[in-house]
C-alpha cells in the first residue's frame, strides 16, 4: 500500500471505531509527538492501542470529517473536524501529521 492508501484506510477504521482495523496500521514503536515541544504524548503500538479502546468507548458518535489533506512522500498531512470526540457535541479541528515507515504509521505529529 501506498502511504496515502494507508492513511485512507486508517480514516475509516477511525470512523467506523474499528480497533483492530486501525492498529494493523500501526508500527510497534509508533508515537504520538506534540510538534510544538517535542514532548511524546504516546509511546508503543500498546499504548497506542490503550488510548484508541479508551476513545472509542467514550465516543459513540465520534467522526473525522478531513478538510484538507497534503500527500508529500512518506508524510500525509491532515487538517481535520472532529466531531463526537468522548461524547462532546463541540466540534474540534486539528491539524496532524502522519509519518509512513516501512507501510506502517510510525509517527503522528500533533499541532
Same mark, same amino acid.
Given at each position: 500500500?501506498?502511504?496515502?492508501?494507508?492513511?485512507?484506510?486508517?480514516?475509516?477504521?477511525?470512523?467506523?471505531?474499528?480497533?483492530?482495523?486501525?492498529?494493523?496500521?500501526?508500527?510497534?514503536?509508533?508515537?504520538?509527538?506534540?510538534?510544538?515541544?517535542?514532548?511524546?504524548?504516546?509511546?508503543?503500538?500498546?499504548?497506542?492501542?490503550?488510548?484508541?479502546? /479508551?476513545?472509542?468507548?467514550? !465516543?459513540?458518535?465520534?467522526?473525522?470529517?478531513? $478538510?484538507?489533506?497534503?500527500?508529500? *512522500? @512518506? %508524510? +500525509?498531512?491532515?487538517?481535520?473536524?472532529? /466531531?463526537?470526540?468522548?461524547? !462532546?457535541?463541540?466540534?474540534?479541528?486539528?491539524? $496532524?501529521?502522519?509519518?509512513?515507515? *516501512? @507501510? %506502517? +504509521?510510525?509517527?503522528?505529529?500533533?499541532?
Amino acid at each position: 500500500m501506498t502511504p496515502a492508501q494507508i492513511i485512507t484506510q486508517q480514516i475509516e477504521a477511525y470512523n467506523n471505531r474499528d480497533l483492530e482495523g486501525n492498529m494493523i496500521l500501526f508500527s510497534d514503536d509508533f508515537k504520538i509527538i506534540q510538534l510544538s515541544d517535542g514532548h511524546v504524548l504516546v509511546d508503543g503500538k500498546e499504548a497506542c492501542r490503550e488510548m484508541y479502546e /479508551h476513545l472509542f468507548r467514550n !465516543s459513540p458518535h465520534l467522526f473525522a470529517e478531513v $478538510i484538507s489533506r497534503i500527500d508529500f *512522500n @512518506n %508524510k +500525509i498531512i491532515l487538517h481535520e473536524s472532529i /466531531h463526537g470526540r468522548n461524547g !462532546s457535541s463541540e466540534k474540534m479541528e486539528q491539524l $496532524i501529521i502522519f509519518e509512513i515507515i *516501512n @507501510n %506502517k +504509521i510510525a509517527k503522528l505529529y500533533r499541532l
